[in-house]
């Protein structure tokens, strides 16, 4: 039996399906996105797992859940759907992001310049109410997560 769903978007309601079949497959479900690029949508499941995700890992997933999705039908237009990993270079949107990834380098464009400049570049040491503190050569810098177009992992490798 399918959960009911409460109201929400998207991303939340097919993030609820998946939960269980991540679970049961020992991944973690990073993020589900859902957008519009030109003219077609985009339903991205972002999987991942200790010691990353295999090509395999995503066929076998996009697998068990593409019949849960298609009887459950939380998404009323056609879409393309891809099951991936994060990558190296993920982007962190929730709270449970920024929690895993403390003490890790990232990278944030802000919206609006703050002294001439969009990104940012230091080390994640905090993250609180909506809150993140990058430390810098500078010294420790706080920005709301609403200030940012976008707050990513760097590739230190």
């Known amino acids: ?14 993030e609820e399906l998946c939960a269980p079949v991540a679970a049961e497959c020992q991944l ?9 690029e030109g003219g077609a949508w985009f339903l991205r499941i972002y999987i ?4 990353g995700v295999t090509i395999e890992d995503c066929e076998k997933f996009s697998r068990l ?19 991936s990993s994060p990558g190296i270079e ?13 003490g890790k ?9 703050v002294e001439g400049q969009r990104e940012r570049e230091g080390l994640l040491v905090g993250f609180d109410k909506g809150v993140l503190r990058i430390r810098t050569e500078k010294g420790d810098e706080e920005y709301k997560l609403s ?7 760097v590739d230190e490798s």
């Not at 991942?48 to 010691?51: L, P, R, V, Y």
């Not at 859940?65 to 099951?83: G, H, K, R, T």
């Open 105 to 113: 380098r990232i990278l944030l464009r802000l919206i609006r310049p």
């Open 65 to 83: 859940i593409d019949p849960i999705l298609d009887e459950a039908d939380p998404i009323e237009n056609s879409y393309y759907l891809e099951v």
């Open 90 to 102: 993920r982007r962190l949107r929730k709270p449970a992001h920024f929690t895993a990834c403390m």
């Open 48 to 51: 991942d797992k200790e010691g």
């Open 147 to 153: 200030e940012t177009a976008f707050v990513r992992l």
């Open 1 to 14: 039996m399918l959960p009911e769903f409460k109201r929400g978007n998207v991303a939340s309601r097919v």
């Open 28 to 36: 973690s479900l990073w993020d589900v996105v859902y957008e519009k």
